[in-house]
C-alpha cells in the first residue's frame, strides 16, 4: 500500500469542449473551479462531457462530491478524433460514495467523453470537481500510527447563562501524517516538487492508500518544516483538511 495524490487538472476552459446539459445557475465551468461545494449541475439523471486534452497524457480520473448512487453507471471513452467517440474505447469506471478515484488503463488519446447514467436518483447529476490529471507518491509512505480524525464546523451562541446553541454546518475529514527516513535526494525530487506544485493554495486529491477506494479532495494547512534527523535522513509532516463539501442541491 502507499498514498498517492493528484495536483493540478488538465480540464480547464480551454479543454473542456461541451457538456449534454447544465443547470443556468451551476454551470460546467463548475467542474474546475476548485470548490467541490459548487457543483456542475445536469437537467437530468444522465449525461456526458466531451474534453479535447490535445497532447495532455492523463492517468487517473477524480470525480469528488457527487450525489451519484451506488447502481450508477460511469463511462469514460478516447479517441483519436471528436467524430472517434463511438464507443470503441471505453472502460467502466466503478462508483464510489463521496468521492471516486480511478486509474485509467486506457490507452490515452486526444479526445475524451465522460458518461454517467443514474436513472435511480432522487435528484438530477451533481458533480462536485471532475479532474483528468496524473498521480504521484513519496517513495517513503508515512509512519504509522497516523492521525486521522473528522472536523465539524459549528456556528455557537452563549446566552448569558451559559446555555450553548450550537448549529453545525459542515464536517471535514482531517489527517495528520508524520513522514521520517526521507533521504535529500528523495526530499530534493519528491517532497520539495510536492510542496512546490501545491503552491499554498491547491486543492488536492488525496488517496490514503492505493489498494482502497477511498478520497478526499484536501488542502494542506502546514508549510515545509522539514528536519535533519541524521546524514541524509529528514522528517516532516502533512496536516490535510478534506475541503468543505457544502450543502447538497435539492
Known sequence: MGMLYVIGNYINLGTLSSVSTEDSIYLKENMYDLAQSVPWRMLAKSGNAIFDMGTDVPTILGIMNHNLTSNATITLETAATLEGLDGTFTENVPPHKLNIWHTIGLTPLQ?????????????????????????????MNYWWPYKEGMAYVVDEHVTHFGRRHRIKRA???????????VTDAHFTSEIEVFFDAWDGDQPFIFIPDDTLTDSWYVECLNSLEAQRIFIDQNKFFLKLEEQSRGITLL
Open 111 to 139: 479526445w475524451w467523453k465522460l458518461t454517467i447514467s443514474d436513472a435511480g436518483n432522487g435528484s438530477n447529476l451533481e458533480l462536485g470537481e471532475i479532474i483528468l490529471h496524473v498521480s504521484n507518491t513519496f517513495t
Open 171 to 181: 464536517k471535514k475529514k482531517m489527517f495528520t501524517l508524520d513522514f521520517e527516513g
